[in-house]
């Protein structure tokens, strides 16, 4: 977008036609004298006058306007001329961006033992009940139903996850080659999310797969701050252990995506720990990158003492990262999902699709393979049979209802999300949490995203005041 001085900004007069403001309209007062405007059904970001954001924050109090201004706000789809005009334009838009599979992503848990007991482990009640492990006959069932699922899809792009539990046991040692020699023959990409204390003892297998892996590791601060939150059963501390396979991981040339989990214990030590992984050099090595992850109650169970709401990390994070060069530079923020669409729309300007669902377990991209038999469409409902889509073992079959309940599940499904200003932001939020939380998956999960959204907003108003956004580019009604 190209970018004007303030001065120049549009301003409010009271001549022209009564209008209304979109109903999908977020307005955020950055200054005394500017309001930001994004807009969830278009992506169009803009900033006005402040008289003219308090205008249009009450629905039908737009008043008339100036026709040169009143045409911009309407390409934009800031401004409709009736409700009828925006629920055409709201239907145009769903039909032109209607879900469709991006992707597939194959997740398989060889078992759900873990040999960690962390304290925030939404897994406990799967790690505690002990685990059956996938035999080599298991993956070959896994992968025929693979291809079940992959056939007519020649154009999608396909990836494998090893997930657990942890997949990188001992005990699972014949599985994980068995799914890396199958992957690799469907030229399949690979990714393992490890808690990485065994990963040196799986050294073969890295090396001899190295060219399709990308690994997570989670290291989650400083030596005393992890040893503390990321035990052993035994309750030994894994720091050293870590460290070590990030280290090898790099060495064999395969990508690292390292994970720190957020919550209140480990907040404080975030400085610190940018200054480690910078000690470690790794942020220099080209295969690196370095994620911060909110620590995420799903189910609102209350386990978790040292839990925070997304929006109460995000601002100590993000000033943080406005004082902490280094800090800046290593941590990435793309696990916050409920930020990430916005993030995308504002500080690039250049998404003007909206964000439809929440995450690929709502569009079917996304099937989880459990040592249990089962196929599940999210992670975190692994181990509960009526959870199941389908089954690999002893056959492979689809449970068309219960599949197409997660494959449908979009913002133009759920009856409340069709008239939420922040509809196309959220994407309707978690699937499982709504299911765990409402009991519907065609009920929203709202958490606290207009905190969060408020919060973003409010840090990075002045930055967008410096660079103001140019009505006469980006994204409007007449963009595909």
Known sequence: MRHTRPALLLVLVLVGKLMISSRYLIIHEISEAFSLLVNGLTG???IVDRRTGVALKSRKGAGPLDPALRQKLLARGHLFLSEADEKAIVEKVLSLHAPKRRMLRFSISPTYSCNLRCAY???????????????????DLVFAAI?????????????????????????????????????????????????????????????????SLKVQVTLDGPQEIHDERRITAGGGGTYNAVVRSVNLLLDLGIPVNLRINVDSQNLPYLGDMAHLVGKFGWPDRERFACNLSPVVDHTRSGGNPYLMEEWELLGPIMDLLEADASAARIFNLGMF???????????SGKSGRPWLFYCEANNLEAFEFGPDGFIYACSECMGSADYAIGRYRPDFALFEDKAS????????????CRSCELAFICGGGCAYSALAVNDSLYEPYCGSIRKLIDTYLERIGDKLIVRTLDFSRGPTLDSD
């Open 121 to 139: 482990c939404f897994e406990k009640d799967r790690v505690a009940k002990g685990s059956p492990v996938m035999s080599i006959k298991d993956v």
């Open 337 to 347: 999902r409920s930020l990430s669409h916005l993030k995308a729309v504002v500080e």
């Open 44 to 46: 169009a970001v803009d």
């Open 147 to 211: 291809d079940s699922i992959s056939s007519g899809e020649s154009n999608l792009p396909k990836m494998i996850a090893l997930f657990g539990g942890e997949p990188l046991l001992p005990c699972n040692r014949l599985a994980v080659r068995r799914v890396l020699e199958l992957a690799s023959e469907r030229a399949f990409p690979v990714s393992i999310a490890t808690n990485g204390v065994n990963g040196p003892s799986f050294e073969e297998e890295l090396r001899a797969f190295a060219s």
């Open 405 to 416: 309940q997660w494959g449908k599940r979009n913002v133009a499904t759920i009856e409340k």
